[in-house]
């Protein structure tokens, strides 16, 4: 048939079937498990059938072996979703950059890393499958270059560049890195976990079944609560509780309080901190981390992609799905496109980490409690993978510290758009790629911390920006309140006329105050899963 994907030996009726096919979820996946098998077959085959043990070699002959197993002479440069090999790096950049076939694909294209470093991770066992995987930023062609930022800059290609830096920076670059550590007073104000629960914590956690309120928060106190139930909002109308028709503190009372177990202790008791610095392991010194999630019961997330880069290199260490350890209730796909049949086909090919604790050891593997771990509202992504981690650098609460504001935050494609110039999620539909979240996290702390007056500039702006829009919203209420006012003063001179009530204005225009009105000062939508609370 002449309409056929080799890679998955499928045939289509037409091209264009063909080409949506090639564009899709499964076929990227079966890329990425035809990619681990060449991988693992080359690992095999050079420490079985050869009986060479490669970390005895010298790196030139290791390299020379990998390029002569991996490629054709002379080709080393590959498209493996295509099968097709280029001459040089710029040849292959270009067909990735216009061909029709990764513009929408979930997961890049992918390259065998060949150089020296993706053996000196002292890293071995199944973490390699990963380690394998790809390297983002061409190592042949653009060693030389620094800090590669579009600042701010209109451009009408929306792809990105991502920052290459020379070695002999990273010390520099390491150094102004620790120093933007955020305080635990910091993580605090952003539900970051500063160490793992207690007995008492988790105790402190349940909640009183009639008023709703936590133990740790009414300890030695009575117990007020309702018997009825509330009703519903009606236009113009308060709540209220059918028991007492007022929605003032509960019209009844217990001495003591009636808690429950919370449904998340099984998971607070989970929780652990990174492993300690040992002299025997190896590790990075900074990490970009992103995960992607899908909703179990209790509106809670579950961890379904964990994706990790080298925050020095981009060199990608970590890129795998990960099998959920519950029922999965919504998979949000809608946000970043891997859907139940891509993962049930990823676990039928034990081509996915078995549920959050393998990416949590996984993860583990990399770093210990001195890594710095750099992310965008990286709070989410350790509550999912259960850990408790304080060396972290977060692009969030750097841009929103930089404004001088705790109510607001900016979402990490926004500040690529306003900060770097360039456009992220550019995909129909702005499907989340994990990847280019975490490459893009890395360029955005690099700003930060590296062009300190870019970043003060942009935040001049915002916070003028907020101080017009609550001059704004003040100008509103002063002549909401005004408004008010005269219409009282007309309801008083009818009543005292003619006796009877007239109130068209709180019939008709009082302010009904909707969550949507203040969500957006609380950082909602949801920067990393595009989550809106008033959509319920």
């Known amino acids: 048939m002449a309409n056929q994907c080799v890679s998955c030996d499928k045939g289509f009726r037409s091209q264009e079937t063909l080409n949506q096919h090639l564009r899709s979820q499964d076929h990227a996946c079966r890329q990425l498990a035809n990619q681990l098998d060449r991988d693992r077959k080359f690992i095999s085959q050079s420490s079985g059938s050869n009986r060479k043990d490669l970390s005895t070699q010298s790196q030139p002959s290791r390299q020379k072996t990998l390029e002569s197993q991996t490629y054709p002479l002379g080709s080393r440069h590959r498209c493996n979703p295509c099968n097709r090999f280029f001459k040089d790096q710029t040849a292959l950049d270009q067909h990735l950059q216009k061909s029709s076939v990764h513009k929408t694909a979930i997961f890049p294209p992918l390259q065998v890393q060949t150089t020296a470093e993706s053996w000196n991770f002292g890293i071995s066992g199944p973490h390699q499958r990963n380690l394998l995987l790809l390297d983002p930023i061409p190592s042949s062609s653009h060693t030389s270059q620094t800090l590669n930022y579009r600042r701010n800059e209109k451009s009408t290609d929306k792809s990105c560049s991502w920052s290459v830096i020379p070695e002999t920076e990273n010390r520099e670059l390491f150094e102004k890195l620790s120093q933007n550590c955020h305080s635990p007073e910091d993580l605090l104000r952003n539900k970051y976990l500063l160490h793992p629960y207690s007995a008492s914590d988790i105790s402190g956690l349940r909640k009183c079944k009639k008023c709703g309120r936590l133990a740790k928060d009414s300890q030695n106190d009575r117990c007020y609560f309702h018997p009825g139930k509330r009703t519903a909002t009606v236009r113009n109308s308060r709540q209220h509780y059918t028991c007492c028709q007022t929605a003032n503190r509960g019209c009844t009372s217990a001495p003591v309080h009636e808690y429950r177990k919370s449904p998340h202790a099984n998971k607070y008791q989970t929780f652990a901190s990174s492993p300690p610095a040992s002299s025997q392991k190896p590790t990075f010194q900074a990490i970009t981390l992103d995960c992607e999630m899908a909703e179990v019961k209790g509106l809670r997330s579950e961890v379904i992609l964990i994706c990790a ?228």
């Open 309 to 536: 880069v080298d925050y020095f290199t981009g060199a990608v260490l970590l890129n795998s799905l990960v099998s959920p350890g519950e029922t999965i209730r919504d998979w949000r796909t809608e946000i970043h496109g891997i859907t139940s049949s891509a993962m049930d086909w990823a676990i039928s090919q034990e081509r996915a980490l078995a549920g959050w604790k393998e990416a949590r050891e996984e993860l583990w593997k990399l770093i210990d409690q001195n890594t710095i771990l750099v992310g965008h509202a990286l709070q989410h992504d350790l509550d999912v993978l259960r850990m408790v981690h304080t060396r972290v650098v977060d692009s969030a609460i750097l841009a929103r510290n930089a404004v001088g504001t705790y109510n607001r935050q900016w979402g990490l494609q926004k500040l690529c758009k306003e900060l770097l110039g360039f456009e992220i999620r550019s995909n129909k539909g702005g499907v989340h790629d994990c990847l280019e979240d975490v490459l893009a996290t890395r360029e955005v702390v690099l700003l930060c911390t590296q062009h300190e007056q870019e970043l003060e500039a942009w935040a001049n702006v915002k916070s003028l920006e907020l101080t017009l829009e609550e001059e704004r919203r003040k100008a509103a209420k002063r002549k909401l309140a005004s408004k008010r006012a005269e219409q009282e003063t007309l309801n008083d001179r009818l009543n005292s006329g003619s006796g009877s009530s007239y109130d068209q204005y709180e019939s008709d225009e009082r302010e009904i105050l909707h969550w949507s009105d203040i969500a957006e000062d609380f950082g909602w939508p949801h920067p990393d899963t595009g989550y809106y609370p008033w959509s319920d």
